[in-house]
């Protein structure tokens, strides 16, 4: 499997645009998870799934910020509109609960610029 | 809430020395976690503890667990340059979901 693949790696948009990060969990992974890196905050939890239904969102910062995974394979998260302080690596990772469950493994990130 | 605190947060050492990360985390967890970071890379999985009392090795880096003091280590013997990186420790609990609850990472530059 070639891992959790991100796309992009980088995006550089302008305020008040509207920016789609996209994540591919390795396959058969069950639970897939969304963190944002910044200096400040270091590794926030934003949102996760467990077969592809969101369960805990409480960490979304603000309701311009919402994810979807319509299915198995596929994960989005989005911004609308976005701003400076939005600024971070976005990470997207998967993990597989069997009866115990493996370590999340890490996509490479995407590392947004809100200009 | 779970809270996981690292100290020190950032460590310059010498090659050929030996030291210890510590990570303390407050509520009962079901395991703990270290990932290794390289600058602007990913995050890789190093160890995963699972019990009280585990213990495990990787060339230059040991990882331990104390469930009951909710204390872990990791602990550098003989450090070369390849060791810098950033070193996070995480639990996670199953009430959360098994999401990761990380630590702020401590920052570890090893030079000659």
């Known amino acids: 499997d070639a891992g959790v693949i991100q796309s992009p790696r980088h995006e550089v948009t302008e305020m008040g645009q509207e920016v789609t990060l996209r994540c591919k969990p390795i396959?058969?992974?069950?639970?897939l998870f969304w963190y944002r890196q910044t200096m400040m905050r270091g590794l926030e939890l934003l949102i996760y799934f467990n077969n592809n239904v969101p369960i805990d969102d409480s960490g979304m910062p603000e309701d311009r910020f919402s994810a979807k995974m319509p299915n198995a394979s596929f994960s989005t998260l989005k911004i609308q509109p976005s701003e400076p302080r939005d600024s971070a690596v976005y990470f997207c990772?998967?993990?597989?609960?069997?009866?115990?469950?493996?370590?999340?493994?890490f996509g490479q990130g995407t590392r947004l610029t809100v200009v | 809430e779970l809270k996981v605190e690292q100290n020190p947060l950032f460590l310059s050492m010498q090659e050929g020395k030996n030291y210890t990360i510590y990570c303390n985390y407050s509520t009962t967890s079901d395991r703990l976690y270290w990932y290794r970071q390289d600058p602007g890379k990913s995050l890789e999985s190093l160890f995963v503890?699972?019990?009280?009392?585990a213990v495990k090795q990787e060339g230059r880096l040991m990882a331990s667990l104390d469930t009951k003091a909710r204390l872990s280590t990791l602990h550098i013997t003989a450090a070369v340059h390849d060791l810098s990186a950033t070193y996070f420790c995480a639990v996670d609990n199953r009430n959360s979901g098994y999401a990761l609850n990380f630590g702020k990472g401590t920052s570890l530059l090893v030079t000659p």
């Open positions: 503890l699972l019990s009280n009392g």
């Open positions: 396959s058969g992974h069950d639970y």
């Open positions: 990772a998967s993990s597989f609960f069997g009866g115990r469950i493996t370590e999340a493994f």
